[in-house]
């Protein structure tokens, strides 16, 4: 029995194994053509031939600001994150606790909404970012991000969960219905929280799009959009390339990584409830 338990557990783990490695090798390959010159591209050279020079033309050439649209992806991306941690939050708790009137047709606004793609919005979008003045600045890349219907849904679902008798002890031990959000309800959604985050994190950074669509200034590119104008110059450098891919990827892998545990979690508390 114990044979037979320890076989099975043996080919679950090798079929895991086996089926992570075919996810993982696009970036596996893009990582390694990433460190080799272009006369060696789709070949296999051992670790003596690879290079660092990919990145460093692109960190040392004044003709690509790489160190500029990070730091542009940085301050955007950070800007949104930190938006959606303050704002969806109070939105998902207002429409899961309180009673206020239109509270149902707010709520399905917000699903509505979700249903809606944001390229359909696009030109709306801009012409609003246009009058404000707010084109090839960080206010057109962040302030309309600052809030997500979907993850205004999602923590919904979670804070639905959450019993009334918390806030009704903390409302009695002298806290305000916003110090109990704060205090009591909001430390519980961690998990919900890190998963929004990890999400918006990752459309965010990946964003095309809508940054090259609000901020055609080269001073004003983020990560992928600078990238992008790279390839067009040099699409036959494969080796440089994949070097942006990697330096676009690896934050969103990075960050996953550090927090995959609480994603999951996330994930799983975060179902559809009543």
């Known amino acids: 029995m114990k044979t037979k338990k320890g ?6 783990y ?34 003596s031939h690879w290079t660092f020079n990919n990145y460093k033309t692109f960190f040392t050439n004044d003709a690509y600001n790489v160190p500029k649209w990070l730091m542009n992806t940085v301050i955007m991306t950070g800007i949104v994150v930190i938006g959606n941690l303050i704002i969806n939050p109070m939105a998902a708790f207002a429409l899961a606790k309180l ?19 944001y390229h359909m919005i696009l030109i709306p979008v801009y012409v609003n970012v246009a009058h404000l003045g707010w084109l090839n ?25 959450v019993p009334n008798e918390f806030i009704e002890a903390a409302r009695i031990d002298g806290l305000t219905k916003v110090g ?23 459309g965010t950074w990946n964003s095309y799009l809508i940054p090259s669509t609000l901020a055609n200034d080269p001073e004003k590119y983020v990560l992928v959009v600078g990238l992008n104008s790279v390839k067009d110059m040099f699409f036959e450098n494969t080796p440089l390339i994949m070097a942006g891919v990697v330096l676009a990827t690896l934050p969103i892998l990075i960050f996953f990584f550090i927090f995959q545990k609480q994603y999951l979690e996330g ?7 009543g």
């Open 7 to 12: 076989s099975a557990l043996f080919g679950n």
């Open 14 to 47: 090798a079929l895991i194994i086996v089926v992570g490695l075919l996810f993982a090798l696009p970036f596996l390959y893009t990582l390694y053509t990433s460190f080799i010159t272009m006369q060696d591209v789709n070949k296999i050279v051992g670790v």
């Open 99 to 117: 009673d206020f009137a239109g509270k149902k047709l707010i709520y399905w606004i917000v699903v509505a909404t979700m249903m809606v793609p």
């Open 137 to 161: 600045s960080f206010a057109a890349l962040t302030v309309p991000f600052l809030y997500q219907c979907l993850y205004i849904f999602m923590l919904r679902q979670f804070f639905i969960s």
């Open 180 to 202: 109990a959000f704060w205090r009591i309800v909001y430390p519980l959604a961690k998990s919900s929280l890190i998963t929004m985050s990890i999400l918006a994190f990752a």
């Open 267 to 273: 994930i799983s508390s975060s179902g559809v409830k």
